[in-house]
């Protein structure tokens, strides 16, 4: 390999985004939680990066501490080398975009689905048609609102909108986790396919460490707030470094 190669492979895998010794604690009926301690984490350009963990363990925590939706009490966020800790999701929004688990939730049920497309990311007409075309679905439900649309299809709508601002980076929270399986594997699927063709970073949110081993580059394991194991998906799945990690895995096996 000649040395500009390497140095232009070297530039390919500086992080585009990541956080460094984050920490989140709440206070709540004179109990505290802390769902972040000391979270340190990157993503590549183009790479998708699962995070898995059971239920308390701080991964939604941390997307939205990403996403500028909560701050974090300290540590450091940066996007392509500046710092955005304190950012709002009216600044992150540029860059980054969350998909949430209730699809439904998240668009305004007296809009049509082109309007909400439309005021979500200031396009016009012709780039959605590209894009709803992109992530499978037919000009028809443009006119539709989100009642009368399946949660595939609802949840295809979310990622054709956050796709539709140019964000880099999308931080997918549980978003198969409402959905018959059927549909997961059409979901995760696409976000393959949207990850090429838009040329985005994912980060991947889910209790189900199966599924996030079909897709994700890499993985972190969350448990009580701290990143216990991490690292290229094929070394977690056949070499996990956690007792945690082999508990998730044991429980695949079990089913």
């Known amino acids: 390999m000649t040395e ?7 530039m390919n895998r500086q992080p585009v985004l990541s956080g460094s010794n984050l920490n989140k604690t709440y206070h709540s009926g004179g109990r505290t939680v802390h769902p972040l301690q000391n979270v340190s984490f990157e993503v590549c350009p183009g790479e998708i990066l699962g995070i898995v963990g059971e239920s308390g363990s701080g991964k939604s925590t941390l997307l939205r501490v990403i996403s500028g939706l909560e701050c974090p009490d300290s540590g450091v966020l940066t996007y392509k080398g500046f710092h955005y800790h304190g950012y709002g999701p009216e600044k992150t929004g540029k860059f980054l975009q969350m998909i949430f688990q209730n699809a439904y939730g998240s668009f305004d049920p007296r809009m049509t689905m082109e ?38 299809q609802c949840q295809r709508m979310s990622i054709a909108r956050a796709l539709l601002t140019h964000a880099q980076i999308l931080l997918c929270d549980e978003i198969t986790s409402a959905l018959d399986v059927t549909t997961q594997a059409q979901v995760i699927k696409l976000l393959t396919e949207v990850r090429a063709a838009e040329d985005v970073s994912i980060i991947l949110v889910s209790h189900d460490l199966a599924l996030v081993s079909m897709i994700c580059d890499r993985i972190m394991v969350m448990q009580d707030g701290y990143i216990v194991d ?3 998906t094929e070394d977690v799945i056949n070499a996990p470094s956690d007792y945690y990690t082999r508990k998730l895995l044991n429980s695949i096996i079990s089913v």
Do not use: W, Y
């Open 230 to 232: 991490q690292g290229k």
């Open 4 to 10: 500009m190669k390497a140095d232009i492979m070297q």
């Open 115 to 152: 309007r909400s497309l439309r005021e979500g990311s200031g396009a016009d007409r012709q780039e959605i048609l590209r894009m709803i075309c992109e992530v499978g679905l037919t000009e028809d439900l443009l006119e539709r609102k989100p009642r009368h649309l399946s949660g595939g």
